[in-house]
């Protein structure tokens, strides 16, 4: 797939997520926003082995939402992907629904692991990278994680572990679009310089300008590996991308467009 | 009596089990030499993985590490079930991962280092995760089995096991949500659980010599729970005894309590931890301290 249709499915994506969270009346369309470019460039180009008609294959790569609320832009990525249709989304964080309002791996196709509890998820995927290394599965794991959700202690004994393991079969990717719920990162508890405390942990880092540029997100996906480390991919990213009221507001973390701000969203999203 | 403690036949047993399974692999929080993984970690050093003192990745990792085939069995003190409890919960039980706790020195009979490392809570925080199996061997023989038992299960397990030697009794049946009739009896039931079947046999025969004809029954499958043998023994003697080194809220004396509930009994109480925390001690002194000595549960239950 080249530059253009990426992009494509990217504006797709971002009427999904608009799109699911009006008809919920709820979820986390900011930060799925945000990571809109990382998770469809996983899943259309990067990952390899992935096939929704064998979402269980044993050496596809695995993906693992560590920000599990950005669930809306998984969802609306797989659903692109063809795991499922766009009917699930009137079902979305509804009852009997299979997109949960976090991922849930027992009920969604495509999805590879539980998430929700923030910090959970990359040490969940550092757990499969080194489960791979094992038992010689050449599969890579890849996980997104928030900004604010570096402030979880958990993240960083991950971090360390994945390190001293050498789980250069593990990509975390960071999305860092500067908020949270409660307001900036700086307001509510700075997290210093990233690239070099995880490059002080021991990860081979990569920093992209604009992590909402397909392709420099792209490019840093398909650096080569640096073997003996895992790699971290610092995007820096913006809340809300792509809907210009959302766009860098704290405000839009956690709440759903209404139906006047869903019209224009959608009008704005079109191709 | 042969004599072994409960850890150590869990450290023996996923050495043979590892040897049966190349899927086993062992996840610790550095304390191998205590929860007796060493055993393992000598035989199959590929197949251990120490996650420095870290017990919330450990269970995350261990949950990651099972969606690639593998079983880990993971290993550290009672107590940190608390502080990897929503690892747990939200890491391996909510998707049913194939993950197995071998949570050691449980209880107040930790002994020396005092109530902030006396799991008294442990049981209750497992038995109320969907998902989970819960096994408190009373015995070195019964925790082979456990561990037997939890690799054949497909998800989480959890072992509880004790620090201190007790005695190894001859073999029973075993099986997953059974319990044993230990000692049959018509006057009064005792049910118990783990370290306390060594107690709990010394107060039956004080309770003999004192004209009192008591059941005994022990517990290993705390989840799921034996509630058709429980109500049997309970209808058939009439006063109920449940024995635990665990706090008696939300342990092997509320599973019997909710197994009896709508049967009417009157005569039902429950020994364990009274909602406190325990201290250092000398094992011996910590039981008698908090009233678990064979000849004080006897007491108890003759004043009942």
Redesign the interface.
Request: some cysteine; glycine content about 12%; aromatic content about 6%.
């Given at each position: 797939m080249d530059i253009l249709e990426l992009k494509d499915v990217c504006r797709r994506v971002r009427r999904n997520i608009i799109t699911m969270t009006n008809k919920a009346g709820a979820g986390h369309p900011g930060g799925s926003l945000s990571a809109t470019e990382a998770m469809v460039a996983l899943y259309f180009d990067v990952m390899k082995g992935i096939d929704p008609k064998d979402d269980k294959n044993?050496t596809r790569d695995?993906f693992?939402l560590s920000k599990g609320h950005a669930a809306p832009g998984l969802y609306g990525t797989l659903c692109e992907r063809g795991y499922f249709g766009p009917e699930e989304f009137d079902k979305f964080r509804q009852l009997h629904g299979i997109l949960q309002g976090h991922p849930?791996?027992?009920k969604c196709p495509g999805v590879?692991?539980?998430t929700?509890?923030l910090g959970?998820g990359i040490?969940?995927?550092?757990?499969?990278?080194?489960?791979?290394k094992?038992?010689g599965?050449p599969c890579h794991?890849y996980t997104i994680i928030g900004d604010g959700e570096s402030q979880e202690?958990?993240v960083w004994?991950?971090s360390?572990?994945a390190a001293?393991?050498g789980l250069d079969n593990l990509t975390v990717i960071f999305d860092h679009n500067k908020m949270q719920i409660d307001g900036t990162n700086d307001e509510v508890m700075s997290l210093g310089d990233v690239g070099a405390k995880w490059r002080a942990f021991g990860y081979d880092v990569i920093e992209v300008a604009d992590g909402n540029d397909i392709e420099q997100v792209l490019a840093a996906l398909h650096a080569p590996a640096c073997p003996g480390k895992p790699r971290l991919i610092h995007l820096h990213t913006l809340k809300g991308k792509g809907v210009s009221f959302m766009e860098g507001q704290v405000g839009w973390h956690g709440k759903a467009p209404n139906a006047a701000e869903t019209e224009i969203a959608l009008k704005e999203l079109e191709a | 009596m042969e004599k072994k403690a409960i850890r150590v036949a869990y450290g023996e047993a996923i050495v043979k089990l590892g040897a049966e399974n190349p899927n086993v692999?062992v996840f610790d929080a550095d304390l191998a030499a205590a929860t007796m993984t060493n055993g393992f970690k000598k035989a199959y050093p590929?197949?251990f993985?120490d996650?420095?003192i870290?017990e919330?990745?450990m269970v995350?990792?261990?949950?990651?590490?099972?969606?690639?085939?593998?079983i880990p069995f993971c290993s550290t003190f009672a107590v940190f079930a608390g502080r990897s409890y929503?690892?747990i919960?939200?890491?391996v039980c909510?998707?049913?991962l194939n993950v197995k706790f071998g949570f050691s020195h449980a209880g107040i009979t930790l002994g020396e280092d005092g109530g902030s490392h006396q799991a008294i809570e442990d049981i209750a925080l497992m038995r109320v995760l969907p998902n989970m199996t819960v096994l408190v061997p009373s015995d070195a023989t019964e925790c082979y089995k456990c561990v037997e038992a939890a690799a054949k299960i497909d998800g989480p397990v959890f072992i509880r096991t004790a620090r201190l030697p007790s005695p190894v009794y001859e073999e029973r049946p075993f099986e997953i949500g059974k319990g044993n009739v230990i000692k049959d009896g018509k006057d009064v039931v005792i049910f118990c659980c783990g370290i306390m079947l060594e107690h709990c046999l010394e107060a039956v025969e004080i309770l003999k010599e004192n004209g009192i004809d008591a059941a005994l029954v022990n517990h290993h499958s705390l989840k799921p729970f034996d509630e058709a043998l429980t109500r049997e023994y309970a209808a058939k003697c009439g006063k109920v005894f449940t024995v635990e080194e665990h706090s008696v809220i939300g342990g092997l004396g509320d599973a019997v309590a909710s197994a009896l509930c709508g049967m009417g009994l009157t005569k039902f109480q429950k020994i364990g931890i009274n909602d406190e925390f325990g201290q250092s001690g000398k094992p011996a002194h910590l039981l008698e301290e908090y009233g678990l000595t064979g000849k004080q549960i006897a007491e108890k239950i003759m004043n009942a």
């Amino acid at each position: 797939m080249d530059i253009l249709e990426l992009k494509d499915v990217c504006r797709r994506v971002r009427r999904n997520i608009i799109t699911m969270t009006n008809k919920a009346g709820a979820g986390h369309p900011g930060g799925s926003l945000s990571a809109t470019e990382a998770m469809v460039a996983l899943y259309f180009d990067v990952m390899k082995g992935i096939d929704p008609k064998d979402d269980k294959n044993p050496t596809r790569d695995r993906f693992v939402l560590s920000k599990g609320h950005a669930a809306p832009g998984l969802y609306g990525t797989l659903c692109e992907r063809g795991y499922f249709g766009p009917e699930e989304f009137d079902k979305f964080r509804q009852l009997h629904g299979i997109l949960q309002g976090h991922p849930d791996v027992k009920k969604c196709p495509g999805v590879d692991a539980s998430t929700g509890s923030l910090g959970q998820g990359i040490s969940i995927a550092a757990g499969m990278a080194l489960g791979a290394k094992k038992t010689g599965n050449p599969c890579h794991v890849y996980t997104i994680i928030g900004d604010g959700e570096s402030q979880e202690g958990l993240v960083w004994e991950a971090s360390m572990a994945a390190a001293h393991y050498g789980l250069d079969n593990l990509t975390v990717i960071f999305d860092h679009n500067k908020m949270q719920i409660d307001g900036t990162n700086d307001e509510v508890m700075s997290l210093g310089d990233v690239g070099a405390k995880w490059r002080a942990f021991g990860y081979d880092v990569i920093e992209v300008a604009d992590g909402n540029d397909i392709e420099q997100v792209l490019a840093a996906l398909h650096a080569p590996a640096c073997p003996g480390k895992p790699r971290l991919i610092h995007l820096h990213t913006l809340k809300g991308k792509g809907v210009s009221f959302m766009e860098g507001q704290v405000g839009w973390h956690g709440k759903a467009p209404n139906a006047a701000e869903t019209e224009i969203a959608l009008k704005e999203l079109e191709a | 009596m042969e004599k072994k403690a409960i850890r150590v036949a869990y450290g023996e047993a996923i050495v043979k089990l590892g040897a049966e399974n190349p899927n086993v692999v062992v996840f610790d929080a550095d304390l191998a030499a205590a929860t007796m993984t060493n055993g393992f970690k000598k035989a199959y050093p590929d197949r251990f993985i120490d996650c420095g003192i870290a017990e919330a990745n450990m269970v995350d990792m261990a949950a990651g590490a099972s969606t690639m085939g593998l079983i880990p069995f993971c290993s550290t003190f009672a107590v940190f079930a608390g502080r990897s409890y929503d690892q747990i919960r939200n890491g391996v039980c909510y998707p049913k991962l194939n993950v197995k706790f071998g949570f050691s020195h449980a209880g107040i009979t930790l002994g020396e280092d005092g109530g902030s490392h006396q799991a008294i809570e442990d049981i209750a925080l497992m038995r109320v995760l969907p998902n989970m199996t819960v096994l408190v061997p009373s015995d070195a023989t019964e925790c082979y089995k456990c561990v037997e038992a939890a690799a054949k299960i497909d998800g989480p397990v959890f072992i509880r096991t004790a620090r201190l030697p007790s005695p190894v009794y001859e073999e029973r049946p075993f099986e997953i949500g059974k319990g044993n009739v230990i000692k049959d009896g018509k006057d009064v039931v005792i049910f118990c659980c783990g370290i306390m079947l060594e107690h709990c046999l010394e107060a039956v025969e004080i309770l003999k010599e004192n004209g009192i004809d008591a059941a005994l029954v022990n517990h290993h499958s705390l989840k799921p729970f034996d509630e058709a043998l429980t109500r049997e023994y309970a209808a058939k003697c009439g006063k109920v005894f449940t024995v635990e080194e665990h706090s008696v809220i939300g342990g092997l004396g509320d599973a019997v309590a909710s197994a009896l509930c709508g049967m009417g009994l009157t005569k039902f109480q429950k020994i364990g931890i009274n909602d406190e925390f325990g201290q250092s001690g000398k094992p011996a002194h910590l039981l008698e301290e908090y009233g678990l000595t064979g000849k004080q549960i006897a007491e108890k239950i003759m004043n009942a």
